[in-house]
């Protein structure tokens, strides 16, 4: 029975799954190796929670409840010893992931399933990082995690019946939707996702229309509910390239290609919402944007 949850990375996935677990009476350690960005993440989901309470969404006793259930490690070993399940949600770099999947493999007890939050990267080749690679699985939470009700469960090449079917019920546990993916470069959210940004991005490129213009045909026209230039805002520009980079890595063809425009503006730090620009401006927050000029010229 999986009740003890462990997870890796502190940031916003991190904290959003922490937020979700502890918010369904999971026992939860959150690890980072930074303390700062614990403390931040608790302030954050703190924050969500009173967003929540306003809402009359949960009661007080509900949001202290949930606080009371998260505890925070910078030590790796510590955090992880009692854990039935681990899931990493570390920044999106293979090389990074491998590491601490080899890591976690030393160090869990041998019952404990290790997931990966990661949005694009091979499972089966994170578990091969591992001695149980029966026992490795991807959950691909959307983000905000507390909110968006999709988990990808994705089945590396060795994954068990059993630990997909175990992942798949404890997602349901959550109040999410799973859908069982195998995996293969981008699995299907972002394989379908990303080559429509990155479209939507070399529209804007070839200057056939104005990053508002853009948006705003796929929201009335299509019935999107964000157009694909915020959304890629919202996601983070360095996210999409790194999914792209992979997705072309994994299929070749030009259809994956990240956009010229798209890699000038992740070297030159415009990385969308979290860097306080990207095609829109945030400088007066995300409810205010106004689209940045600089780079679409």
């Not at 949850?5 to 980072?32: E, K, P, R």
């Not at 988990?151 to 109040?175: A, F, H, Q, W, Y």
């Not at 969308?272 to 940045?292: L, Q």
């Amino acid at each position: 029975m999986i009740k003890n949850i462990t997870v890796i990375g502190a940031g916003t996935m991190g904290n959003g799954i922490a937020h979700t677990f502890a918010q369904n009476n999971f026992n939860v350690n959150l690890v980072d190796i930074s303390s700062e960005s614990l403390d931040k993440a608790l302030k954050n989901i703190e924050k969500n929670l009173d967003r929540m309470l306003a809402k009359e969404k949960i009661t007080e006793e509900e949001k202290q409840n949930t606080l009371s259930n998260i505890t925070t490690y910078t030590d790796l070993n510590d955090g992880v010893k009692e854990a039935d399940l681990v899931v990493e949600a570390a920044t999106e770099n293979k090389e990074l992931k491998l590491k601490i999947f080899s890591e976690l493999d030393k160090t869990c007890q041998k019952h404990t399933i290790l997931a990966s939050n990661t949005s694009s990267i091979s499972i089966t080749e994170i578990a091969s990082a591992t001695n149980r690679e029966n026992q490795v699985i991807g959950m691909h939470f959307m983000n905000p995690v507390p909110i968006m009700k999709l988990v990808e469960v994705i089945r590396g090449k060795l994954t068990s019946d059993e630990v997909t079917s175990n992942i798949m019920e404890m997602s349901k546990t959550l109040n999410k939707i799973p859908v069982e993916v195998n995996d293969a470069p981008g699995f299907v959210a972002n394989r379908i996702l990303m080559p429509m940004i990155n479209e939507a991005i070399y529209t804007l490129h070839e200057n056939i229309s104005s990053v508002e213009g853009i948006d705003t045909v796929m929201i009335l026209g299509m019935s999107h509910p964000m157009g694909p230039l915020h959304l890629a805002d919202f996601i983070g520009l360095d996210v999409c390239l790194s999914i792209l980079e992979v997705m072309h890595e994994g299929f070749g063809g030009k259809k994956y290609t990240p956009c010229p425009l798209l890699i000038d503006m992740v070297k030159n730090g415009k990385l969308g919402i979290k860097s306080g620009e990207g095609f829109y401006d945030y400088s007066e927050g995300p409810r205010n944007k106004k689209v940045a000029k600089q780079f679409l010229n």
